[in-house]
């Protein structure tokens, strides 16, 4: 069986971060390991949420803890300090199998989890380091420094640049910002861009969608998918995840991440004897 570890903030409510990912790699049949760097945690009467940090001792011990066995792939999610993805960045040094990024700067509806040399460290740190990122449209936008994309053509410019820092793929999660007919990702491997177009859902409960689709593309790519199925894997279970959200307090709405392959109907009690 595969082993996938996620280094991540935990989410709290249980929607993005590292229970995302762990939730999507059990999903895809794997099994997960994870390091925590960080918790976000949500006030229950405002809805404002705050990220505590964990101290890097604590979180190379746990890196030390998930390689003292083979790893398949690692995942990295919210990384919140300049120190803490040097760390990571050290520890992936010799990894030689494949390191998805997904450049988590901010959550929805809260202030950004990280600052400016935050930022600086994971554009020349860690991109060098990844097979894949997966940036969203305002991420791609501050990872590149172009600012607010606005176009399919300016996505284009963002992922020449954000490959130029040296990760073999960029894949720019379009998502309902651009106001277009459809959602369009786009996936560019150093030659051919690709737009991935879908479906804008209407909903607010989406939350984790972003960590689910990072997630999901790391599982399919340590169960050896090739890039572009695992992408276009990865679109369809998110779609299914973001269907199927729900709102778990009044503040916020998560995707289901078991939507895919229905997994609330596993195990359902049946009562033969009737
Ligand atoms: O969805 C971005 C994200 C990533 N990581 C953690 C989070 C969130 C959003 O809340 O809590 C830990």
Same mark, same amino acid.
């Given at each position: 069986?595969?082993?996938?570890?996620?280094?991540?903030?935990?989410?709290?409510?249980?929607?993005?971060?590292?229970?995302?990912?762990?939730?999507?790699?059990?999903?895809?049949?794997?099994?997960?390991?994870?390091?925590?760097?960080?918790?976000?945690?949500?006030?229950?009467?405002?809805?404002?949420?705050?990220?505590?940090?964990?101290?890097?001792?604590?979180?190379? $011990?746990?890196? /030390?803890?998930?390689?003292? *066995?083979?790893?398949?792939?690692?995942?990295?999610?919210? =990384?919140?300090?300049? +120190?803490?993805?040097?760390?990571?960045?050290?520890?992936?040094?010799?990894?030689?199998?494949?390191?998805?990024?997904?450049?988590?700067i901010g959550g929805k509806g809260t202030d950004d989890f990280i600052h400016a040399e935050s930022v600086e460290a994971i554009r020349h740190l860690l991109l060098p380091q990844a097979f894949i990122t997966t940036p969203n449209l305002r991420e791609a936008g501050?990872?590149?420094?172009?600012?607010?994309?606005?176009?399919?053509?300016?996505?284009?410019?963002?992922?020449?640049?954000?490959?130029?820092?040296?990760?073999?793929?960029?894949?720019?999660?379009?998502?309902?910002?651009?106001?277009?007919? $459809?959602?369009? /990702?786009?996936?560019?491997? *150093?030659?051919?861009?690709?737009?991935?177009?879908?479906? =804008?859902?209407?909903? +607010?409960?989406?939350?984790?969608?972003?960590?689910?689709?990072?997630?999901?593309?790391?599982?399919?790519?340590?169960?050896?998918?090739?890039?572009?199925?695992?992408?276009?894997?990865?679109?369809?279970?998110?779609?299914?995840?973001?269907?199927?959200?729900?709102?778990?307090?009044?503040?916020?709405?998560?995707?289901?991440?078991?939507?895919?392959?229905?997994?609330?109907?596993?195990?359902?009690?049946?009562?033969?004897?009737?």
């Open positions: 069986m595969e082993k996938v570890l996620t280094i991540a903030g935990s989410d709290a409510t249980g929607g993005g971060g590292l229970e995302a990912d762990l939730k999507t790699f059990q999903e895809f049949g794997i099994f997960g390991l994870a390091t925590v760097t960080s918790i976000v945690t949500m006030a229950p009467k405002t809805g404002k949420h705050s990220v505590s940090f964990l101290e890097p001792a604590l979180i190379q $011990q746990q890196i /030390d803890s998930a390689f003292a *066995g083979p790893i398949d792939a690692v995942k990295t999610g919210l =990384l919140p300090t300049k +120190d803490i993805i040097e760390l990571v960045s050290c520890s992936l040094q010799h990894y030689q199998k494949k390191i998805v990024v997904d450049p988590v501050i990872l590149s420094q172009l600012g607010e994309l606005t176009s399919k053509n300016e996505m284009k410019k963002a992922a020449e640049i954000i490959h130029s820092l040296g990760v073999k793929h960029v894949v720019i999660k379009g998502g309902t910002r651009l106001s277009l007919d $459809q959602a369009y /990702d786009l996936h560019y491997d *150093g030659v051919n861009f690709t737009f991935y177009p879908h479906p =804008l859902i209407d909903t +607010d409960y989406n939350h984790g969608a972003g960590c689910t689709f990072a997630a999901a593309i790391t599982a399919a790519l340590a169960k050896n998918y090739p890039v572009v199925e695992a992408i276009d894997l990865a679109i369809r279970f998110v779609e299914a995840a973001i269907r199927s959200g729900f709102a778990i307090n009044p503040f916020v709405g998560h995707v289901w991440h078991g939507a895919y392959t229905h997994a609330e109907k596993r195990l359902e009690f049946k009562n033969y004897e009737q």
